[in-house]
């Protein structure tokens, strides 16, 4: 009798073949003949495990998006409270690092410009960071108002998407800790526009 866990343990071998195979010829090109040759299983088990094509994409976004959390969880502060400092630190230098979901990333952002549910799909997954970005802000008590820090997380995202772009294009040198001291800064200067939420002490006045 199967293992309970036998399925996932078939879904992550078959999305980290369906990884190795963009990385090699990209996604346009892959299909599930591809991925079935790559972890060396039967296509339709392939497809018994993780449906058509499109289901597959779905899956490894999904992927990506656990792979970022997870770096966020295994790589918060020991001992005292993550910080949205700590918080744009990760991003700049492990959730935007990673060379396969930059890969993939890119690869999807290519389908998005014909793809509307691609593109929802996108925006969907930064949408997921901005919300991380904007909780841990007002946690932080940062920034004026919701408003405020959803600008500001924005803006903290596109420059670490814009700075993992540029990198890919060559630009080296010591541009990631330009870009990481300039969302740092964003930061700062939320710090001294006050918060649009009381904190503890204010309620008790």
Not at 104 to 109: A, H, R, T
Not at 142 to 166: K, V
Request: net charge positive; hydrophobic share 40%.
């Amino acid at each position: 009798m199967a293992r309970p866990q036998m399925g996932d343990e078939r879904r992550e071998q078959i999305l980290a073949a369906f990884e190795a195979c963009v990385m090699r010829a990209g996604l346009a090109k892959t299909t599930l003949t591809d991925v079935a040759s790559e972890c060396g299983l039967p296509r339709s088990l392939v497809r018994y495990h993780i449906g058509n094509r499109a289901e597959m994409v779905d899956l490894l976004i999904d992927r990506m998006v656990e792979r970022a959390e997870d770096g966020v969880a295994r790589l918060r502060p020991k001992g005292r409270a993550m910080t949205t400092h700590d918080l744009v630190d990760v991003l700049f230098t492990n959730t935007f690092t990673n060379d396969v979901t930059n890969t993939v990333v890119n690869e999807l952002w290519y389908l998005a410009e014909r793809d509307d549910n691609m593109r929802d799909r996108l925006r969907a997954m930064y949408g997921r960071i901005t919300r991380m970005l904007t909780t841990q802000m007002e946690k932080d008590g940062l920034g004026s108002s919701p408003q405020a820090r959803r600008d500001t997380a924005y803006a903290i995202l596109s420059l670490t998407y814009g700075n993992e772009a540029f990198q890919f294009l060559g630009l080296q040198g010591g541009r990631r800790a330009a870009a990481l001291a300039a969302a740092r800064t964003l930061v700062d200067t939320m710090a001294t526009e006050g918060t649009g939420t009381k904190t503890k002490k204010e309620k008790q006045k």
